[in-house]
């Protein structure tokens, strides 16, 4: 099991940027696929990014590809989502997560075991 932390959000006009961190610890960092999902009040949490172990394959939602970006540093055992031109709709709290299998996809909750507790991201319009 790993632990995760999140860090970053805040409250930002439409069209503004923000970078969010997630900080690993307690296992290997670089065994783990991690993903970035966002949950809304009264939606359900939807898939926002995904990053392979190496870092050399990413995904992306729909949504958001194109003004989010999603890296790691495994040397600092830290993966980060950058957001930029964001927009109202983007207002949730945003999770990372990680898992060593993915085993029903990167997009999907099912395959991720170890979840941080959330940030908070606010886009006013």
């Known amino acids: 099991q790993v632990q995760l932390v999140e860090s970053g959000g805040g409250l930002v006009q439409a069209g503004g940027s923000l970078r969010l961190s997630c900080a690993a610890s307690?296992?290997?960092?670089?065994?783990?696929?991690m993903g970035w999902f966002r949950q809304a009040p009264g939606k359900e949490r939807e898939f926002v990014a995904a990053i392979n172990r190496s870092g050399g394959s990413t995904y992306y939602a729909g949504s958001v590809k194109g003004r989010f970006t999603i890296s790691r540093d495994n040397a600092k055992n830290t993966v980060y989502l950058q957001l930029n031109s964001l927009k109202p709709e983007d207002t949730a709290v945003y999770y990372c997560a990680a898992d060593v299998r993915t085993v029903y996809g990167y997009s999907h909750p099912s395959s991720y075991n170890d979840w941080g507790q959330g940030t908070q991201v606010t886009v006013s319009s």
């Open positions: 307690g296992r290997t960092f670089s065994d783990y696929v």
